[in-house]
């Protein structure tokens, strides 16, 4: 069965610092890989998402994050933290069958401190 | 969430009360799902639709049912509720089960 693993649930940078969130993931087939954002009281919103064309995906905001099939990982980065990136992060892997269904990790919360 | 609304946005009910939350969609996306938001566990698998017509259980469906009522909406509804379903709902769509979805804002419930 499909499963993610978000390590570490905070991450604290400096405004400007780098940001990486790290998202292993277990599949058994080709999978499709996505991070989301949550904002304080809204919903998620799509990142980027991994299927199969390229390794090194670009999202929005700045964001891009890197399939890696020997390490089953898909951390996402972002070269210079902004103050407005402080949110919730979630990474997500479609589950098994034709169905869609997503297994989300647990999330990691991205402090940015001036 | 454009695209995605979500009836209503906060809801205060007592154990054993029922409710319904109502989900709709203008985006013409074939597949429709309930998630429940709870801190520390991500997002979790309540119930889905892969199409019209039908609905099947998800991570979580005990204590749940819902409806696909036509292509645009998919509610879910707590018959009996428990403090243990306090939680903050989403419902979200996609074009088909390899695509993306896309979240409505949410429905924050406490049941008291």
């Known amino acids: 069965a499909q499963s993610v693993t978000q390590l570490g649930s905070h991450v604290s940078v400096s405004e400007g610092a780098l940001v990486l969130l790290r998202c292993n993931y277990s599949s058994s087939v080709p999978p499709y890989l996505f991070w989301y954002v949550q904002y304080p009281n809204q919903g998620l919103q799509l990142l980027l998402k991994?299927?199969?064309?390229?390794?090194l995906v670009k999202g929005i905001n700045g964001f891009e994050a890197e399939f890696k099939k020997s390490e089953t990982s898909f951390h996402l980065t972002k070269p210079s933290a902004h103050m407005s990136d402080a949110a919730e992060y979630f990474c997500?892997?479609?589950?098994?069958?034709?169905?869609?269904?997503?297994?989300f990790g647990q999330g990691t919360t991205l402090q940015v401190k001036p | 969430n454009a695209g995605v609304t979500q009836t209503p946005k906060f809801q205060v009910l007592k154990t054993g009360q029922s409710m319904t939350l109502q989900c709709a969609q203008d985006m013409n996306h074939n597949s429709m799902y309930w998630y429940r938001q709870d801190p520390g566990m991500g997002l979790r698998l309540i119930y889905y639709?892969?199409?019209?017509?039908?609905?099947d259980k998800g991570e979580v469906p005990n204590g749940y049912n819902v409806s696909r009522l036509n292509k645009r909406e998919f509610s879910l509804r707590l018959e009996s509720a428990a403090p243990s379903q306090t939680s903050v709902y989403f419902c979200?769509?996609?074009?088909?089960?390899?695509?993306?979805?896309?979240f409505g804002p949410g429905t924050r419930l406490t049941v008291t």
């Open positions: 979200a769509i996609s074009v088909d089960y390899s695509t993306e979805q896309y």
């Open positions: 997500a892997v479609h589950g098994s069958g034709n169905t869609g269904k997503l297994i």
């Open positions: 991994y299927t199969s064309a390229a390794t």
């Open positions: 639709s892969a199409s019209e017509g039908t609905t």
